[in-house]
């Protein structure tokens, strides 16, 4: 019982419902071994769980809370809030709450116990305690601190909600802090105030009005194209796609009234290994990888312009710009030498007086304090032995990096662009980055995520990730994860959250096969959602969860009643018959025609993508070869018929005679006409390219995240094709009698 109690209060769960709607109940011995992982850092578990730790433990996370008044971090909404207190029974006296809101607004309540509401108790001992709610509309406003700072590194602007807030004496959104006094007992705390909603599509117009800057306005059906930054390519870049690209795209889209554009994440990766490229295993979610830098964007570059425009630099420029794969050490060490360029004329030029470049500079730092600090720390140590030691080399290269994806934003909203960027966050960071490694606390370093066996993986997943761990998060009040999701709210319009299911829960694999294979970890839920929504409405970005794979059914209720939007994959929109049709796609949804883990059209229609797979190894042998073949050309079939269906291709068609430009066409158009509040194609599927950016189950085998598009930027926009297909969408998209 005991054991069972604490495998329960650390979230370690006991079963869960598969692909094939079958409950699993997880073997002891793997709940078991998760449970391991999870006290690796507090206790030696090599062998039996001690009885006497087992009942502190227990008492630690189920009966100490009790005694505390207050906790240290809580959540409730604005339209109802609320407060949770803790007071042994027979308590009468008067209680004092005074909170602190981040605009230096003091409120205080004074209330009997006999007022407040009983929702909960629990014994200790022969001592009950009792759960209270407390109203916060009580709240009485006593004092005003003139702009008091907090430690949330929120700037507060002139019509922010916390400002709002102080002019109405009245508690608003944010992260306020509390502080029950109950006779000689003090206990203080976190009360984060959040909306129920996370902002949305409809909140932009609202949102534009009071930017004169902007010129975008929303449309019932936003669309857009989504790309990997890193594989664009123009005579210009300096081996890899980067910021400069991003904005020839936005103006390629923004032509034809596109709303968005949707990156692969763009984290920075670890700079002692450059062949670790893939964006979704990162060495820190906070900050940028620099390799997208546009150096030509570069103030700097200017008076650096002969050195880098050298024979030496030219030669070398070229040759990475062959290619049809990334060179990353290459491209990296070429780049980096630039940048050290770039760096001794901003220290140069700002040496003698405070600049207003230098002042952004010091701005910037000052802003990203501690973080920062232990990012450029490590990249400094890691670095090779032909790059500076100096930190602010690697302070300047975040700068500079920070900066060009803001301006990227801001263009793209001039434009026209109702959101501008996507940019997306992936569920975790690698056990050897940054991340991990200045914040071991945050993270259980004895198991990795991953996703249990299922048909398409029988051995299930191992993704290499650490995973965060949810008493740690919560214990730090979740100032860390709350970093991570701001960072990545910054200069965009919506963010992609990669695995949102990890909100909820995530499989855990223990490191030591002797812990089994595996269990689902939860998380606090509730708190990471009132979160999510508070961070988007300060940010003004909406939220995309990536809901792919195997959804818990409340999953689909969370995110619907928090406002974020689901994401659904045209590949996987199927019913027993076949494809759905676009008046049967999610309404609150991104519906993209395709992702990174799924073959281009070109290669589904083709089947290589098959046969690249039994190259590979990944189909076990000719004939489980055979029987992929024959269910891609019923879904082949299938696709047909869905394009007939709507009118795209003429009903005489045939699979093995149409032209593939017909089938494009036709299945964009139609796709375009998704009832989804977003629509996005890729740029590779535009330009027809065949080639894979990534094969899911692969790393030595496929050069994943390397490939290069087949054409260059200035082809992709003079493209006759291009230009069609985009104006298919725009003219499905736009039009103002197509309302949702």
């Not at 006991?14 to 998760?34: C, H, K, L, M, Y």
């Not at 795209?249 to 994440?265: E, K, T, W």
Request: proline fraction near 5%; hydrophobic fraction near 40%.
């Amino acid at each position: 019982m005991g054991l069972e109690k604490l495998l329960y209060l650390q979230g370690v769960g006991a079963e869960f419902i598969n692909f094939s709607g079958q409950n699993i109940r997880i073997p002891t011995q793997d709940r078991e071994g998760v449970l391991r992982c999870m006290l690796d850092k507090l206790v030696d578990t090599r062998g039996e769980i001690d009885a006497g730790y087992l009942a502190r433990r227990i008492h630690e996370l189920d009966a100490k809370p009790w005694t505390l008044g207050l906790h240290g971090f809580q959540h409730t909404y604005l339209d109802e809030p609320e407060i949770s207190l803790y007071l042994p029974y027979g308590y009468q006296d008067e209680l004092t709450l005074r909170v602190l809101s981040e605009s230096g607004c003091l409120f205080s309540l004074s209330v009997l116990p006999a007022d407040m509401r009983i929702v909960g108790d629990y014994h200790i001992d022969k001592t009950q305690y009792l759960h209270y709610r407390l109203s916060l509309l009580k709240l009485i406003p006593v004092d005003s601190v003139e702009n008091a700072n907090t430690d949330t590194g929120i700037e507060l602007q002139a019509d922010s909600p916390e400002v709002m807030e102080a002019n109405n004496r009245r508690l608003g959104l944010g992260y306020h802090s509390a502080e029950l006094i109950a006779g000689t007992h003090r206990h203080s705390g976190i009360v984060m105030m959040a909306p129920r909603q996370a902002f949305r599509l409809s909140d932009i117009d609202s949102a534009i009005d009071s930017n004169e800057n902007s010129v975008s306005k929303t449309r019932p059906r936003s669309w857009g194209v989504s790309i990997q930054l890193y594989s664009l390519r123009c005579d210009s870049q300096w081996g890899i796609g980067d910021f400069g690209n991003l904005t020839d795209i936005i103006d390629l889209v923004a032509a034809y009234g596109g709303d968005f554009i949707q990156l692969n994440p763009l984290h920075a990766l670890d700079i002692a290994e450059p062949e670790q490229v893939s964006p979704y295993s990162p060495s820190d979610r906070r900050r940028i990888n620099p390799l997208y830098i546009h150096i030509q964007g570069v103030p700097e570059y200017t008076q650096v312009k002969s050195e880098l425009q050298s024979d030496e630099f030219e030669s070398l420029r070229r040759a990475i710009n062959i290619d049809n794969w990334l060179d990353y050490p290459q491209l990296t060490q070429l780049k980096y030498c630039a940048f050290v360029h770039l760096y001794q004329a901003f220290s140069q030029s700002n040496s003698k007086k405070i600049s207003v470049r230098r002042q952004a500079f010091d701005d910037f730092v000052h802003r990203e304090g501690q973080a920062l600090t232990q990012f450029v720390e490590v990249e400094s140590a890691k670095a090779g032995d032909d790059l500076p030691k100096d930190l602010n080399f690697y302070r300047f290269l975040q700068f500079v990096a920070e900066e060009q994806v803001c301006a990227c934003q801001a263009y793209a909203k001039q434009a026209g662009m109702s959101l501008g960027l996507i940019r997306d966050l992936a569920v975790g960071a690698n056990p050897e980055g940054v991340e991990v490694r200045q914040n071991p606390s945050q993270f259980c370093l004895s198991a990795s995520i991953g996703a249990p066996a299922d048909p398409f993986a029988p051995r299930g997943q191992n993704w290499g990730l650490s995973p965060l761990d949810p008493l740690s998060i919560k214990k730090d009040d979740f100032q860390y994860i709350t970093s991570i999701v701001r960072a990545n709210m910054r200069h965009c319009g919506a963010l992609r959250i990669d695995h949102v299911m990890s909100l909820l829960r995530m499989w855990w694999c223990p490191l030591d096969e002797n812990n089994g294979q595996g269990a689902y970890v939860y998380y606090p839920v509730d708190s990471l959602f009132a979160i999510l929504c508070l961070e988007s409405w300060r940010a003004k970005c909406c939220i995309i969860g990536e809901d792919l794979g195997l959804v818990p059914p409340e999953m689909d209720r969370r995110l619907r009643n928090a406002g974020i939007y689901s994401n659904q994959l045209f590949y996987f929109c199927k019913h027993s018959t076949g494809f759905m049709s676009p008046d049967e796609h999610k309404q609150d949804s991104l519906m993209m025609l395709a992702n990174h883990d799924v073959p281009n059209l070109a290669a589904w229609w083709s089947t290589s993508d098959l046969h690249l797979r039994r190259q590979l190894e990944l189909i076990d042998n000719d004939e489980a070869l055979g029987d992929a073949l024959n269910g891609r050309e019923l879904e082949k079939q299938q696709l047909l018929s869905l394009l007939m269906g709507v009118g795209f291709i003429d009903k005489a068609a045939v699979v093995d005679s149409l032209e593939y430009e017909a089938l494009l066409e036709a299945w964009i158009s139609a796709s375009a006409q998704s009832r989804s509040a977003l629509f996005s194609v890729q740029l590779s599927d535009l330009i027809g390219d065949i080639h894979s950016v990534n094969i899911p189950g692969t790393w030595h085998e496929y050069p994943n995240w390397q490939r290069r598009l087949p054409i260059s930027l200035s082809a992709i926009k003079e493209s006759p094709k291009v230009k069609l297909l985009l104006e298919r969408i725009r003219a499905t998209r736009n039009s103002e009698d197509e309302q949702v």
